[in-house]
T-cell receptor, first 113, second 114 residues
Framework: AQSVTQLDSHVSVSEGTPVLLRCNYS??????LFWYVQHPNKGLQLLLK??????LVKGINGFEAEFKKSETSFHLTKPSAHMSDAAEYFC???????????FGSGTRLSIRP | NAGVTQTPKFRVLKTGQSMTLLCAQD?????MYWYRQDPGMGLRLIHY???????AKGEVPDGYNVSRLKKQNFLLGLESAAPSQTSVYFC?????????????FGDGTRLSIL
């Protein structure tokens, strides 16, 4: 069975410092993994996706994530946080069919000036 | 290009009332989805559709019905609203099924059941 665990419900960093949002997954197959961002009162927007190509995936707005099969992790990072990065972030695992889409519970990222 | 549009954006209902949420996409996507988002629980799949005229149950289908009469539209119905259905509802669409197809989301419908 699939599952996704976002290890932190809330992360707070200072502007200009690195961001790390953690995601662990479990899947019986070779999954596809996604990170989405949700700004207040908005829908989810795709940040990046992993689909069994390069293990280091670059996304929009300077974010990247590394797929580590041995650790079953797909952590999201950014070298330098910006105030506009404040939002909710969701890690998503997708299996082979449309019904096998599992969202993590989300991590709220706050940026301190 | 509007993408995925949800109507209405907000609604307050009384217990037992019925209503329909409309999702429209202009990207010619085959797949469409309805999710609900509750605090601390991420998004949960209610129903989905793999093409015009087809629907299927997701993780939490009870109390909801859906229809996909036209490819661009996916309707979510609540026949008899209950307070437990107070939530934010998101519609999404994707071009094809497949593990590398991201979903495009609408801005959500905030529904309160009194």
């Amino acid at each position: 069975a699939q599952s996704v665990t976002q290890l932190d419900s809330h992360v707070s960093v200072s502007e200009g410092t690195p961001v790390l949002l953690r995601c662990n997954y479990s899947s019986s197959y070779s999954p596809s993994l996604f990170w989405y961002v949700q700004h207040p009162n908005k829908g989810l927007q795709l940040l990046l996706k992993y689909t069994s190509a390069a293990t280091l995936v670059k996304g929009i707005n300077g974010f990247e994530a590394e797929f580590k099969k041995s650790e079953t992790s797909f952590h999201l990072t950014k070298p330098s946080a910006h105030m506009s990065d404040a939002a909710e972030y969701f890690c998503v695992v997708m299996d082979s069919s449309a019904s096998k889409i599992i969202f993590g519970s989300g991590t709220r990222l706050s940026i301190r000036p | 290009n509007a993408g995925v549009t949800q109507t209405p954006k907000f609604r307050v209902l009384k217990t037992g009332q019925s209503m329909t949420l409309l999702c429209a996409q202009d990207m010619n996507h085959e797949y469409m989805y309805w999710y609900r988002q509750d605090p601390g629980m991420g998004l949960r799949l209610i129903h989905y559709s793999v093409g015009e005229g087809t629907t299927a149950k997701g993780e939490v289908p009870d109390g909801y019905n859906v229809s996909r009469l036209k490819k661009q539209n996916f309707l979510l119905g609540l026949e008899s609203a209950a307070p437990s259905q107070t939530s934010v509802y998101f519609c999404a669409s994707s071009y094809l099924e497949g593990t590398n197809q991201p979903q495009h989301f609408g801005d959500g419908t905030r529904l309160s059941i009194l």
